[in-house]
């Protein structure tokens, strides 16, 4: 059954027959209902499905932070499924069942804005991560994106909206579970109403203290 929005003339919800009707963007879609599939995956398909999972698998503990970072990747998809997409495609490694993401390949975040020219971060306090950067052009509410993981431990910490991006300095506040820990970093710039950011930076390997 399905529910019609706004009258006859609103858009269809649910399933219709072989009808499938869906919003999404504020747009309304219709499409063939799939039918169900009685032959075996080709070796092809398997090994994209392995790809896939263990891309999901590793980007799980960032799904928030993905959710800023590629907001608006694209007009029909963004967020986790672009993040999944984009790094499955290029910073993926390894062969099946083997696969590994390259973590300096890996990418958090996607857009136009500018990056730093040099960035870097370092543990000078415990439980803290410092981020200093120089370089980009950024305007006055233009905020700075922080994240360490943990992909060990598959624990990450992460700021979406932290210090200035015009100040070149901020601190990531990290968890106890992830003292001693060897921490993969990644910087990243974001406008304050969220329209736009810019693509991540590695930042390398930190042992948090």
Same mark, same amino acid.
């Given at each position: 059954? =399905?529910?019609?929005?706004?009258?006859?003339?609103?858009?269809?919800?649910?399933?219709?027959?072989?009808?499938?009707?869906?919003?999404?963007?504020?747009?309304?879609?219709?499409?063939?209902?799939?039918?169900?599939?009685?032959?075996?995956?080709?070796?092809?398909?398997?090994?994209?499905?392995?790809?896939?999972?263990?891309?999901?698998?590793?980007?799980?503990?960032?799904?928030?932070?993905?959710?800023?970072?590629?907001?608006?990747?694209?007009?029909?998809?963004?967020?986790?499924?672009?993040?999944? &997409?984009?790094?499955?495609?290029? =910073?993926?490694?390894?062969?099946?069942?083997?696969?590994?993401?390259?973590?300096?390949?890996?990418?958090? &975040?996607?857009?136009?804005?500018?990056?730093?020219?040099?960035?870097?971060?370092?543990?000078?306090?415990?439980?803290?991560?410092?981020?200093?950067?120089?370089?980009?052009?950024?305007?006055?509410?233009?905020?700075?994106?922080?994240? =360490?993981?943990?992909?060990?431990?598959?624990?990450?910490?992460?700021?979406?909206?932290?210090?200035?991006?015009?100040?070149?300095?901020?601190?990531?506040?990290?968890?106890?579970?992830?003292?001693?820990?060897?921490?993969?970093?990644?910087?990243?710039?974001? &406008?304050?109403?969220?329209?736009?950011?810019?693509?991540?930076?590695?930042?390398?390997?930190?042992?948090?203290?």
């Amino acid at each position: 059954m =399905a529910r019609l929005k706004n009258g006859i003339l609103g858009g269809v919800s649910g399933t219709v027959g072989t009808v499938v009707g869906y919003r999404w963007r504020g747009k309304d879609y219709v499409r063939s209902k799939p039918r169900p599939r009685t032959s075996p995956p080709t070796k092809k398909e398997q090994k994209n499905r392995e790809k896939f999972a263990y891309t999901q698998q590793w980007l799980q503990p960032l799904i928030e932070f993905l959710r800023v970072g590629f907001k608006d990747y694209h007009e029909n998809y963004e967020g986790f499924v672009a993040a999944k &997409s984009y790094n499955a495609k290029h =910073a993926l490694i390894g062969f099946s069942p083997y696969f590994q993401i390259d973590p300096s390949k890996a990418v958090l &975040s996607y857009g136009d804005m500018d990056r730093a020219t040099d960035g870097a971060a370092t543990a000078e306090v415990q439980d803290y991560i410092t981020f200093r950067w120089t370089g980009g052009n950024f305007t006055y509410d233009d905020r700075a994106m922080l994240v =360490a993981y943990d992909i060990t431990g598959e624990v990450a910490c992460f700021n979406t909206a932290s210090e200035r991006a015009d100040g070149g300095y901020a601190r990531l506040k990290l968890p106890e579970e992830m003292r001693g820990k060897q921490v993969d970093v990644y910087l990243a710039f974001v &406008s304050e109403d969220r329209k736009r950011r810019s693509i991540s930076q590695y930042l390398g390997l930190v042992t948090a203290l």
